[in-house]
């Protein structure tokens, strides 16, 4: 079993900044992608930040530029910078992990962490 545990989240004015860790454990022999969705009320869950074994990240297009996503394999641990904050940021955070087992790969989540930004 792989446990996510999520840290980080809160209450912030917008403009200003928060960082979210993600750390993963349990029976772990590697992670493939780690990432970060958020879902706010009413809407769907979207796809905030991943990152790759190797490094490689990706962004939704409303984040570039403020929102920096960064993986300690080591660690099994993933964090998200958010800079610049803005009330439509506001969401539960989930962390995301693929962990490979032979040639496959399962997805785990963590259990949310509310970030909310007021104006």
């Known amino acids: 079993q792989v446990q996510l545990v999520e840290s980080g989240g809160g209450l912030v004015q917008a403009g200003g900044s928060l960082r979210l860790s993600c750390a993963a454990s349990?029976?772990?022999?590697?992670?493939?992608?780690m990432g970060w969705y958020r879902q706010a009320p009413g809407k769907q869950r979207e796809l905030v930040a991943a990152?790759?074994?190797?490094?490689?990240?990706n962004y939704a297009d409303s984040v570039k530029g403020r929102f920096t996503i960064s993986r300690d394999n080591a660690k099994n641990t993933v964090y998200l910078e958010m800079n610049s904050l803005k009330p439509e940021d506001t969401a539960v955070y989930y962390c995301?992990?693929?962990?490979?087992?032979?040639?496959?790969?399962?997805?785990?989540w963590g259990q949310g962490t509310q970030v909310t930004v007021s104006s």
């Open positions: 990152i790759t074994s190797g490094g490689s990240t």
């Open positions: 349990g029976s772990i022999f590697s992670i493939n992608a």
């Open positions: 995301n992990a693929e962990v490979a087992r032979g040639n496959y790969g399962y997805d785990y």
